[in-house]
Nanobody
Framework: QVQPVESGGGLVQAGGSLRLSCAAS????????MGWFRQAPGKEREFVAA????????YYADSVKGRFTISRENAKDTVHLQMNSLKPEDTAVYYC???????????????????WGQGTQVTVSS
């Protein structure tokens, strides 16, 4: 298993940008699909974006499509989430997670990912 560790959260004004990073130490990083999820206070954890092990396949939640971009650098065991045009409703704790099996549109729930980071807070002020 890989162990994800997130970084890059913070406070930003609406319309601004942030870039989250996730370093995943452990076994062969390219063998894992990676995902970003978020959880706002009082809400369930929700899918944000995911990327296949090779980086050729990506999925996004409708709420972030066109604003967020997920990418990975397998040589550095790192996955990124570039967040642009941020809105107050993007405020949440963002989690990075790893999946040791293939990635498909029906494998994007939190239960489909086995290794989780501790999360990083993103706060968007209006």
């Amino acid at each position: 298993q890989v162990q994800p560790v997130e970084s890059g959260g913070g406070l930003v004004q609406a319309g601004g940008s942030l870039r989250l990073s996730c370093a995943a130490s452990g076994r062969t990083f390219s063998g894992y699909a990676m995902g970003w999820f978020r959880q706002a206070p009082g809400k369930e954890r929700e899918f944000v974006a995911a990327i296949s092990g090779s980086g050729t396949v990506t999925y996004y939640a409708d709420s972030v499509k066109g604003r967020f971009t997920i990418s990975r650098e397998n040589a550095k065991d790192t996955v990124h989430l570039q967040m642009n045009s941020l809105k107050p409703e993007d405020t949440a704790v963002y989690y990075c997670a790893a999946r040791s099996f293939g990635l498909a549109h029906f494998t994007l729930s939190p239960a489909d990912f086995g290794s989780w980071g501790q999360g990083t807070q993103v706060t968007v002020s209006s």
